[in-house]
């Protein structure tokens, strides 16, 4: 059963920084895709940053420039380095993991809480 843990969420001031971590386990092989989501209270999930197996990446409009997606293909883990945070990016952030064959779908974490509050 394929199961994504993420780690790294809290509370930090306007300006500072966080580092978000998921690991994909019980999975032999890489994901094709992995990437974070968000929600806020009152909004529509949203896209935060996704990363390919070949290290294509992808960003949400509201993210560039101040976030970076990284993955480990060998140890299927992706982080995301959040640097100048604003209170507009408190949510709960979401891993998500798509595999393509034996374990074919789309994968969840269970949420981890961003709060950015001075």
């Known amino acids: 059963q394929v199961q994504l843990v993420e780690s790294g969420g809290g509370l930090v001031q306007p300006g500072g920084s966080l580092r978000l971590s998921c690991a994909a386990s019980?999975?032999?092989?890489?994901?094709?895709?992995m990437g974070w989501y968000r929600q806020a209270p009152g909004k529509e999930r949203e896209l935060v940053a996704g990363?390919?197996?070949?290290?294509?990446?992808k960003y949400g409009d509201s993210v560039k420039g101040r976030f970076t997606i990284s993955r480990d293909n060998a140890k299927n883990t992706v982080d995301l380095q959040m640097d100048s945070l604003k209170p507009d990016d408190t949510a709960v952030y979401y891993c998500?993991?798509?595999?393509?064959?034996?374990?074919?779908?789309?994968?969840w974490g269970q949420g981890t809480q961003v709060t950015v509050s001075s």
């Open positions: 998500y993991a798509h595999f393509s064959g034996y374990y074919e779908g789309d994968y």
């Open positions: 019980g999975v032999i092989g890489s994901a094709n895709a």
């Open positions: 990363i390919s197996m070949g290290g294509s990446t």
